[in-house]
């Protein structure tokens, strides 16, 4: 099993519609983790952290599921703006180590 | 603030020559790392530094080498390139290790012939 894992996707989706992405992670001593955005031939640039009560952040809710070990990313109202690859990032052992596991990604595309 | 900055963008190399890639932040950030990324894979570490003078080997550490001489600067090495070298290389950095987000550079394409 992957240490965290992703749908790839693409998520094709209409403007306007509410899209959800779910990531996996398998280390249950995970302590830290975060969704990150790339957009195509670019860097990853952080979207959002995702806290244990769950947080919000405009059109973008992260929740956490520490029992099933995901999190998850949902974009309401979509936008065109909002397509790119989403990845999700896990700490390693939540020691306050160096290691980030990245997830490959889900790409979402906004449809006119 | 230019925050992360990577030189060069875009390089073509033989396979065994040799190059230097350059990062650089001015977040005053402790914490440095190199990672490659590929088709259908997660970024993957290649090294990172904790501190000023000091580097450590990542997952795929292998045909790399680093350091780290000046808190501002992180460099990574290929002292002889392969074909399977062939990336998108990122540089990133942090102000603590785990909890904290990184920031990345805009990437350097490598491409080994």
């Known amino acids: 099993r992957k240490e965290v894992e992703q749908d790839p996707g693409p998520f094709n989706v209409p403007e306007g519609a509410t899209v959800a992405f779910n990531c996996t992670y398998s280390?249950?001593?995970?302590?830290?983790f975060f969704w990150y955005r790339q957009d195509c031939r670019k860097e990853p640039k952080l979207l959002m952290s995702?806290?244990?009560s769950g947080n919000e952040d405009g059109r973008f809710t992260a929740q956490l599921n520490r029992a099933s070990q995901y999190i998850s990313l949902l974009i309401r109202d979509s936008k065109l703006s909002d397509s790119a690859t989403y990845l999700c990032?896990?700490?390693?052992?939540?020691?306050?180590?160096?290691?980030?596991?990245f997830g490959t990604g889900t790409r979402l595309k906004v449809l006119a | 603030n230019a925050g992360v900055t990577q030189t060069p963008k875009f390089r073509v190399l033989k396979t065994g020559q040799s190059m230097t890639l350059l990062c650089a932040q001015d977040?005053?950030?402790?914490?440095m790392y190199w990672y490659r990324q590929d088709p259908g894979m997660g970024l993957r570490l290649i090294h990172y530094?904790?501190?000023?003078?000091?580097?450590a080997k990542g997952e795929v550490p292998d045909g790399y080498n680093v350091s780290r001489l000046k808190k501002q600067n992180f460099l990574l090495g290929l002292e002889s390139a392969a074909p399977s070298q062939t990336s998108v290389y990122f540089c990133?950095?942090?102000?603590?290790?785990?909890?904290?987000?990184?920031?990345f550079g805009p990437g350097t394409r490598l491409l080994v012939l």
């Open positions: 990133a950095s942090s102000s603590m290790a785990g909890v904290e987000t990184q920031y």
């Open positions: 530094s904790v501190g000023e003078g000091t580097t």
């Open positions: 977040m005053n950030h402790e914490y």
């Open positions: 990032v896990v700490n390693d052992d939540g020691s306050g180590t160096y290691k980030y596991i």
């Open positions: 995702v806290y244990s």
């Open positions: 280390n249950s001593a995970s302590q830290s």
